[in-house]
């Protein structure tokens, strides 16, 4: 692929626009309650500082749906990156206009500003060429770091990139795809996807490209109880899509005729609600009583799984295996967290509540690479070109 890295331009002195992927949880005083992605886009800043670029930087936050919303500033951001650089961080409080470009044209060598929420205009979501066109107005190259976002054709990821010709990634994207291929491109055998969370149809695009490509597919959560019913168990009140039932039997087919062994589920816990402390029980899958729904994969399903995880070269995991933020059904994807963290095989993990679910199990340090992308990361997987990506490409 042709795209460059920051490192491959001559920064100093210019006017650099950054994407950044600044989109952090917010508690209900608008303090920052996790500030993973102000800390993941640091290495390419303080490269671009070092380097005496002039660093405009972007970034949307949250889903103002082009409106200006007070809660949804972009702030509390530029203060927690002060904190974090060690250095001074302007910012103007829109991301376009007159005041952006005083902003910008008194900025110093080495001097970072933050720019207000992009998504407080329409034009970026639609990708409009007119605000494009304002926004790299005030730059004389374009960085992306933001993977979480580039695979949404915005006028900040795509936009943009098509004005300046001097465009390149910035290391986070970079660290981001040379992972992402070395799991899926040129993967060590055996290659194993382990895949959890709500729903089959959120997943369906990737479990279909990747079904013919692993060796074996490991699948728990309540998208393990739609593959259940399939196969014509009892499911008894677990949250099942039945719709996908047909999707889920060819699926499985599909995997028998290209060897991938698909791996459901033995046991799992169950109950009669999702609540702490509900009483909750582990059955055979084959055997889920009426009035009762599955929350969890079991432990006879905790050590199958983990018996093909040890083995494999390469670990693909997105879906926590059960309904983990309740203490009675988080062992199942704990458990596993665990088992990937010890694997010898290259792990990848990513999906906002995998990523925590790692964190929960205190074994994030453990995993070969944890992605920053939730959609961008499933994207990625479907076999997607990423238009963010695309459009750096020279
Ligand atoms: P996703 O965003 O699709 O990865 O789904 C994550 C969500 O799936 C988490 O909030 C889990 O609580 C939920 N989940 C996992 N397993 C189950 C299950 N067996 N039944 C209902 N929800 C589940």
Not at 155 to 183: D, P, Q
């Amino acid at each position: 692929m042709g795209v460059k890295s920051i490192r491959d331009l001559y920064i100093k002195g210019k006017r650099v626009l950054f994407r950044f992927d600044f989109n952090v949880p917010l508690d209900a005083a608008g303090a920052i309650k996790d500030d993973t992605r102000i800390r993941r886009a640091l290495p390419t800043l303080e490269y671009a500082v070092q380097q005496g670029a002039r660093c405009v930087l972007a970034s949307h936050l949250g889903r103002p749906k082009g409106e200006r919303k007070a809660e949804l500033s972009l702030r509390p951001v530029a203060k927690r990156l002060a904190e974090l650089l060690g250095r001074p961080v302007g910012f103007v409080d829109d991301c376009i206009g007159d005041a952006v470009k005083d902003a910008v044209a008194s900025l110093p060598d080495g001097g970072v500003l933050l720019l207000e929420n992009l998504r407080f205009h329409a034009g970026e979501t639609k990708n409009d060429p007119a605000f494009a066109a304002e926004l790299a107005s005030v730059a004389d190259v374009y960085v992306n770091d933001a993977f979480g976002t580039a695979h949404r054709a915005h006028a900040s990821t795509v936009g943009v990139a098509e004005l300046l010709r001097e465009k390149a990634a910035g290391l986070l994207l970079k660290e981001e795809l040379e992972n992402l291929e070395k799991a899926f491109a040129n993967p060590q055998k055996p290659v194993v996807a382990l895949f959890g969370g709500a729903k089959v149809s959120d997943k369906l695009g990737v479990l279909q490209n990747i079904v013919s490509r692993m060796d074996a597919v490991l699948i728990g959560g309540g998208m393990a109880n739609t593959f259940l019913k399939a196969h014509g168990l009892n499911t008894g009140t677990s949250k099942t899509e039945d719709d996908m039932l047909g999707t889920a039997s060819s699926m499985l087919e599909a995997s028998r005729k290209s060897g991938c062994s698909v791996v459901l589920p033995k046991d799992v816990v169950v109950a009669e609600k999702i609540e702490e402390g509900a009483v909750s029980l582990v059955v055979d899958a084959r055997a889920i009583p009426d009035g009762l729904m599955a929350l969890d994969i079991g432990p006879q399903a905790v050590d199958e799984f983990a018996a093909v995880i040890v083995t494999a070269g390469t670990i693909i995991w997105n879906g926590p295996m059960g309904v983990f933020e309740v203490e009675e059904f988080s062992r199942g994807t704990l458990e596993i967290a665990r088992v990937v963290a010890e694997a010898r095989g290259f792990s990848v993990v990513g999906g906002g509540d995998t990523v925590r679910a790692v964190q929960q199990a205190g074994v994030a340090e453990k995993i070969s690479y944890i992605s920053t992308g939730g959609g961008a990361f499933m994207e990625f997987m479907e076999g997607k070109i990423l238009p963010g990506v695309a459009a750096l490409d020279v």
